[in-house]
């Protein structure tokens, strides 16, 4: 198999699955909008945050455990492949429990600081209360899932995630639309769908246990020294895109009010299709750069760096004119023509989705890093996109420009993290040839 066909191989179905997770989220907001009514999008959006934690502890530990996973595994070592494997299903599974605990216990708390009030507050406990309910089922069908990419089957992802999304979108139906159930319908549909892609992940590891399998392991915790640093990007990314939803739906409040944030949801949801495509995209390239670095193939990793570049420069140019050219058809999926958001809504998604033009490069780049077991950059470069700079640029341009000040700072924010990272790459290429300068030459 040549290198693009592997590239594609891992990469098209981490895509496939990414997609199909943002584009059943966004049925669940349909659902939502035309079940229950917009307003009770303002409550999903608002509890969001609190679904990014979820899968911000599924995404640490996930992404950790399969870069050393595909590292054993390209050094030959099954048996401490496989000691990665089952520690780390414990210790997910006992944190998400301790998280469930937690909420469950303070809900009126949690969700007063998610920011809702009045008619939101019900809207919001019930649907944190009942997602919190499923916590452990949405981190450990995250890191199956993953897991099952390192372990050589990159397609039963998809299936996973496709028998996920179909039951989400199935039970969305009955239990929001045919029961009347509300939000806290759209939120048992959404765990119960977490259930089903946890089924299908946990049977393929019973029926093919090599070289991953389910057993018991010695605990080697130290290991999280390496598997946490390794993680810390991509779940930082997840954790850091909850935190600006908090950010965006605090300032929209202040500066344009609580209708707008039905505008911010809308566009939300647009944002995680193309956020997923391009996070899709490094971790398909992760596990095949960290097997060839384990294999002490470095070229071969910088070529799939290179490909994953060019794939997300495509899919980022593609998503900004889709966004330009049909703003109004995508806002109809979820507000009628005639409601007083539609408009103000089209010309939000228009001016957020620059941002699309420069995500990938950083998010790519971020994740090339952590492949390579360069977690230092990785981490800055997802703390200052996810983080620090969207967090500084709202502030600053919500305040010089308004609310269109708002809908740029992903922009603005995007751009001045790819100087940061071009930086980076830079330097880690120049420290390569100061390296291959260094060698003596052979006799």
Avoid at 50 to 72: E, K, M, P
Avoid at 164 to 189: E, S
Avoid at 210 to 217: E, I, V
Avoid at 355 to 381: D, K, Q, R
């Amino acid at each position: 198999m040549n290198l693009v066909s592997k590239f594609f191989k891992f990469t098209i179905p981490s895509i496939v699955s990414m997609w199909i997770f943002s584009l059943y989220t966004m049925v669940d907001g349909i659902f939502v909008a035309h079940g229950v009514g917009s307003h009770a999008l303002g409550a999903v959006n608002l509890s969001m945050p609190f679904v990014s934690l979820i899968f911000t502890i599924g995404i640490l530990l996930a992404t950790g455990t399969s870069t050393v996973l595909s590292l054993a595994l390209g050094q030959g070592d099954e048996d401490r492949a496989r000691n990665y494997f089952n520690q780390n299903l414990a210790v997910v599974i006992v944190l998400s429990l301790a998280l469930t605990a937690a909420v469950l216990l303070n809900l009126d708390r949690v969700a007063i600081f998610l920011g809702a009030t009045g008619d939101l507050l019900p809207l919001v406990k019930e649907y944190v209360a009942i997602i919190a309910c499923f916590s452990v089922f949405f981190t450990v069908s995250y890191n199956l899932e993953v897991q099952v990419k390192a372990d050589g089957a990159p397609h039963v992802s998809t299936i996973g995630v496709l028998s996920c999304a179909i039951m989400n979108v199935v039970l969305d139906y009955v239990f929001v639309m045919h029961f009347h159930w509300g939000v806290w319908g759209a939120a048992l549909a959404t765990g119960l769908a977490q259930v089903t892609s946890t089924v299908v992940f946990v049977i393929y590891f019973i029926r093919h246990p090599a070289p991953l399998r389910f057993g018991k392991f010695k605990p080697d915790f130290g290991a999280y020294r390496r598997i946490i640093p390794l993680g810390t990007s991509d779940g930082l990314s997840e954790f850091s895109n909850g935190l600006v939803i908090f950010l965006f739906n605090h300032t929209i409040l202040q500066v344009v009010g609580n209708d707008a944030l039905t505008s911010y949801t809308i566009i939300s949801y647009v944002n995680t299709l193309v956020l997923m495509t391009m996070i899709g995209t490094a971790h398909g390239i992760q596990p095949l750069s960290s097997f060839h670095l384990g294999a002490g193939e470095r070229h071969l990793c910088h070529k799939f760096l290179s490909y994953g570049v060019k794939l997300v420069a495509a899919a980022g140019v593609f998503f900004f004119a889709v966004c330009q050219l049909f703003a109004g058809p995508i806002v109809g999926l979820f507000l009628e023509a005639g409601d007083p958001l539609f408009a103000y809504t089209v010309t939000a998604l228009r001016l957020y989705s620059t941002c699309f033009l420069l995500m990938g490069f950083n998010v790519v780049i971020s994740g090339f890093f952590t492949a390579m077991e360069h977690p230092f950059p990785a981490l800055t470069i997802s703390f200052g996109r996810g983080l620090v700079l969207i967090s500084g640029c709202l502030m600053v341009l919500s305040v010089v420009l308004g609310d269109v000040g708002i809908w740029l700072s992903p922009l603005v924010s995007e751009g001045i993290c790819l100087v940061i990272t071009l930086f980076f790459l830079l330097r880690y290429f120049q420290k390569l040839r100061r390296g291959k300068q260094e060698q003596p030459a052979e006799v």
